[in-house]
């Protein structure tokens, strides 16, 4: 199955909402699922970038900071 979650906090900010969805990911991947997770980010010259992080996508959506 894919999954995509959509959350406003991930790796490397460390939040407890942050951490929380890192382990749901990693369970995730564990059990088989493809998991894809978009964040935004700031400070990141590209609109968006994509990346491998234990078995879980991440697509890290340039935002402003706020």
Sequence with gaps: M?????VD???PFRSSAAIQI???AS????QGHEVI?????????QSWVEE????VN???LSAPIT
């Design 2 to 6: 894919r999954v995509v979650i959509i």
């Design 9 to 11: 906090a991930y790796k």
């Design 22 to 24: 890192e382990d749901l």
């Design 27 to 30: 369970e995730f991947v564990l």
């Design 37 to 45: 997770v978009v964040t935004p980010t700031s400070g990141q010259k």
């Design 52 to 55: 491998v992080d234990n078995g």
């Design 58 to 60: 991440l697509l890290r």
